[in-house]
């Protein structure tokens, strides 16, 4: 059975791309629903990540109560950080969406260094809680329990953006704000409210996927970059302001990224230019868009 | 982009004092390594090439209105298609540029057809992506790229029957000797009817596609021209660095030509140079003095930048003078300029199709209010609520959206910056 054959030989590469796609989705989520709806690109959304992955750093303390505090830093941490960026980014509202998109690159640039600063360019390792740091067995392979309880976690934190975003009426607003932010504010409602709201849980969301995330990708120099990246990518190939194609966009991406490492790693980066080019040539909208002014 | 950096992107004729301050400039660079310090000269080689980069930047960002930072990949396969040139067929320079740039421009042709679909803000996240992606390959693929060890190559010898070029200050004439045609061919270019349709495109793409300009093409043109100019930024980097690695073509990189251009003015190529002297002193000159902390004061002074000099340093000269006239018009002229064309060709599209026109419009609608009942009226004969707003001519984007329900409501004057995104 070859097909058997192969999927056992990248099954752990399979999983890992179910964590990674899932990781790179709590960015991704924040990335396009502000940028669907007040189109301003936030280069500073790695920088969130990276700050929530210092922080479960600087606070783990190999047990329980060090990954609750670091959860709970987070959400502080990714409240005053969106806030932060809403506030600094509004008031160059009216000279257009490239100088809001350059103000976060400055802010970015600002974040990396002190990181850099704080880490001595180092790596630091962010050491999951005592009982998860052993590997379990998946399908005859040796896989890290730590991952598996993320795919977990995450997998629950995605159903329930989903959720909120697609089933409830707070959803709904949202998903109007995207379509037609004028409409929504000839109706009487105040739009600045819904961005912020948006921004803010966007930014707690990146923040907590880095504390999550770290001990999978660990603090270091660039991991901002990269993740901001990843999930640039992903809004692209799974379209602006859509939960739903940013969660699919997520595990295709995640998926291209792992496995395409593990069949060949000379070419893993070009696989995922040309897999976003092809979306791009097929549906220059990504999979799923529900945001109409792209532009 | 802001509607006060398009009006001043397109520089002022050269006077007779322009002649001047250029024949200075140049003589100041061609006699350069005879006055200062080596290592002086060979920062100075940097700004020159970093400085080819963001004039290729410049073009798309500047002229064309394409916020890119994705320059950075036909940079870096233009400085590997010349080290490994260098490596294994040639020590001559000028071969080193031509492949480097027939290359890079083959490569921004290809990658240019995707990307040229996009615009604005999307088109910043796909160039970045593009950038990154670049950056990814030359890490992986290193039976070609030497992964993170780089690739060196030997010492350039400009054309045939020439000595190697040992000294920084022969490398920087070198350099200096490429920079200054191709500085003179980008400006050309900038000012050329080409050029002009490239602004064109960036303050009115329906306007000018209705008259009949092919659009996609010309920014495919723009593009694929834009990453030649990056690719030979790349060869002359192999010239004077001797050495490419992926940091060397990385987001940083990416970051700091972007911020080159902004500093400087966008559409300013001179801007551009200037900007990249700016922000080669402050990373690697200022930042050496500060422990290495470049990065950090850079981001200082790029986010104070954006807040304090929205049209970069070529902005300046013009400021004041501005501030005099407009006394608090936000936008002076453009609605009315906008209106006047938009009942001449008859698209019915003014600059409120590129989003921030609200502001502008409605302004201009209130200030001058009989003729834009007509103008717009005139011009669009589709969209009959949006008959009495500037912005109702377009019914696609949110904007006629508030204009055509303000327009039931009232004249055009009603929907003032209350109401504008």
Redesign the interface.
């Given at each position: 059975m070859p097909v058997l054959g192969w999927l056992d030989a990248y099954i752990v590469s399979i999983v890992d791309g179910v964590a990674f796609g899932l990781l790179y989705f709590t960015l991704a989520v924040g990335l396009s629903l502000v940028?669907g709806m007040m189109?301003?690109?936030n280069?500073a959304h790695g920088t969130l990540y990276l700050g929530g992955a210092y922080v479960a750093y600087l606070l783990a303390d190999g047990g329980w109560t060090g990954l609750a505090a670091g959860l709970g830093a987070g959400v502080v941490l990714g409240l005053a950080g969106g806030a932060l960026l809403a506030a600094l980014t509004q008031?160059?509202?009216?000279?257009?969406?490239?100088?809001q998109?350059?103000?976060t690159?400055?802010?970015?640039?600002?974040g990396?260094?002190?990181f850099?600063?704080a880490a001595r360019g180092e790596t630091l390792p962010a050491e999951p809680p005592a009982g998860l740091r052993d590997s379990v067995e998946v399908a005859g392979h040796a896989y890290p329990a730590y991952r598996l309880v993320f795919i977990g976690i995450a997998a629950a934190l995605a159903l329930a953006v989903y959720l909120v975003f697609e089933r409830s009426s707070l959803g709904a607003l949202v998903r109007a704000t995207v379509a037609?932010?004028?409409?929504v504010?000839?109706l009487g409602v105040d739009t600045r409210k819904v961005l912020y709201g948006v921004f803010a849980a966007g930014a707690v969301l990146a923040v907590v996927g880095g504390v999550l995330g770290a001990p999978i990708l660990g603090p270091g120099p660039?991991v901002d970059?990269?993740v901001?990246?990843m999930s640039?990518?992903v809004?692209?190939v799974g379209g602006?302001g859509s939960v739903r194609g940013a969660l699919l966009g997520a595990l295709l991406v995640g998926q291209v990224d792992t496995l395409g490492r593990a069949v060949a790693?000379?070419?893993?980066?070009?696989l995922?230019?040309g897999g976003?080019?092809a979306v791009?040539?097929v549906r220059?909208r990504g999979l799923v868009s529900l945001a109409?002014?792209?532009? | 982009?802001?509607?006060?950096a398009r009006t001043a992107a397109r520089p002022p004729a050269t006077g007779r004092l322009g002649v001047l301050a250029v024949v200075a400039a140049v003589v100041a660079l061609v006699a350069a390594p005879w006055m200062v310090d080596s290592y002086t000269i060979s920062l100075a080689s940097k700004v020159l090439v970093l400085g080819l980069l963001a004039m290729s930047v410049n073009l798309l960002t500047g002229v064309a209105g394409l916020?890119t930072l994705g320059q950075t990949a036909y940079f870096g396969v233009g400085a590997y298609a010349a080290a490994l040139t260098a490596r294994a067929v040639t020590q001559v320079g000028v071969v080193q540029l031509a492949v480097a740039v027939a290359v890079s421009a083959a490569v921004a042709a290809v990658?240019g057809i995707?990307v040229v679909?996009?615009?604005?803000?999307?088109f910043?996240?796909?160039t970045?992506?593009?950038g990154?992606?670049?950056y990814?390959?030359a890490?992986?693929?290193?039976?070609v790229t030497g992964g993170s060890d780089g690739r060196a190559a030997p010492q350039v010898v400009p054309v045939w029957g020439m000595g190697e070029l040992l000294l920084d200050g022969y490398v920087y004439l070198w350099v200096l000797a490429v920079f200054l045609p191709l500085f003179a061919v980008v400006a050309a270019v900038a000012r050329s009817p080409f050029g002009l349709a490239l602004r064109g495109i960036r303050d009115n793409e329906a306007r000018l596609r209705a008259v009949g300009y092919p659009v996609a093409r010309y920014l495919l043109g723009a593009y694929t021209f834009a990453g030649g100019l990056a690719g030979a930024a790349g060869a002359l980097w192999i010239s004077s660095q001797r050495f490419v690695s992926p940091s060397e073509i990385?987001?940083?990189v990416a970051?700091m030509a972007?911020?080159a251009v902004?500093i400087g003015g966008l559409g300013s190529m001179s801007g551009a140079v200037a900007g990249t002297a700016v922000v080669v002193l402050t990373r690697d000159y200022i930042g050496g003095e500060l422990n290495g902390?470049g990065?950090?004061l850079?981001?200082?002074v790029?986010?104070l930048a954006?807040?304090l000099l929205?049209r970069g340093l070529a902005g300046l000269r013009t400021t004041f003078a501005r501030q005099r006239v407009s006394a608090g018009a936000?936008h002076p002229g453009r609605g009315g300029a906008g209106r006047g064309g938009a009942g001449r060709d008859g698209t019915g599209r003014d600059g409120a199709g590129r989003?921030?026109g609200g502001?502008g419009g409605a302004g201009g609608g209130a200030a001058d209010p009989p003729a834009a009942p007509g103008a717009a009226g005139a011009a669009d004969g589709e969209d009959a609520a949006g008959a009495e707003g500037n912005e109702g001519a377009e019914p696609?984007?949110?904007?006629s959206?508030?204009a055509a329900?303000a327009g039931r409501r009232g004249p055009a004057g009603s929907n003032g910056p209350g109401?504008s995104?």
């Open positions: 940028f189109d301003v690109l280069l008031p160059l509202a009216h000279r257009g969406h490239l100088d998109a350059l103000l690159l400055g802010i970015s640039i600002i990396a260094d002190l850099l600063f037609d932010r004028d409409m504010r000839v660039g970059g990269h901001l990246v640039l990518v809004v692209v602006l790693p000379e070419y893993a980066a070009f995922i230019f976003m080019f791009l040539a220059p109409r002014t792209a532009s | 982009m802001t509607a006060a916020p990658t995707a679909r996009a615009r604005g803000i999307t910043l996240m796909l970045l992506a593009i990154e992606l670049a990814s390959a890490m992986e693929w290193s039976s990385g987001f940083t970051a972007l911020i902004v902390r990065p950090l850079l981001g200082i790029f986010v954006v807040y929205p936000p989003g921030e502001r696609s984007t949110p904007p959206t508030v329900v109401t995104p």
